[in-house]
């Protein structure tokens, strides 16, 4: 048996007498059987180029829509190529409208946002009822 501190910052300090290897033992057990039920957040990418077709669209929109169905984030972004960044806005207009198809599916995390070559927009999966 050994002499446990459980609190040391209580005013007077806790101790307790236990089997200290015991109870290093369950708490590893514990912390593991916590870390098995937790779930990994999984992040899946589209990419679009600002002058996508409507038919790449429409099959990276399905692809997408599984995403979601799966529970995965969803990433989605317009890469600019060369002098292609002057159609800003055209990528804007792609992103909105992915989110509005996916509506029903997951919500906006965060709004197109451009990083550099990037225009960048989170959509996270709807909770299951």
Do not use: W
């Not at 910052?9 to 514990?30: H, S």
């Not at 997408?64 to 990528?91: N, P, T």
């Not at 995390?109 to 990083?115: N, T, W, Y």
């Amino acid at each position: 048996m050994d002499l446990v501190e459980i609190s040391p910052n209580a005013e007077p300090p806790v101790c307790k007498i236990m089997d200290y290897k015991k109870f290093v033992y369950e708490q590893k057990k514990r912390d593991k059987a916590l870390k098995a039920k937790s779930s990994q957040v999984v992040v899946k990418e589209i990419r679009f180029g600002p002058q996508t077709d409507e038919h790449d669209y429409e099959f990276k929109r399905k692809n997408a829509e599984k995403f979601l169905k799966e529970g995965a984030k969803l990433k989605a972004f317009v890469f600019f190529k060369g002098r292609s960044i002057i159609y800003k806005d055209q990528g804007q207009i792609l992103l909105l409208r992915l989110a509005t198809d996916l509506e029903e599916y997951g919500k906006v995390e965060a709004m197109p946002v451009l990083e550099g070559k990037r225009m960048i927009m989170f959509i996270a999966p709807k909770k299951k009822k």
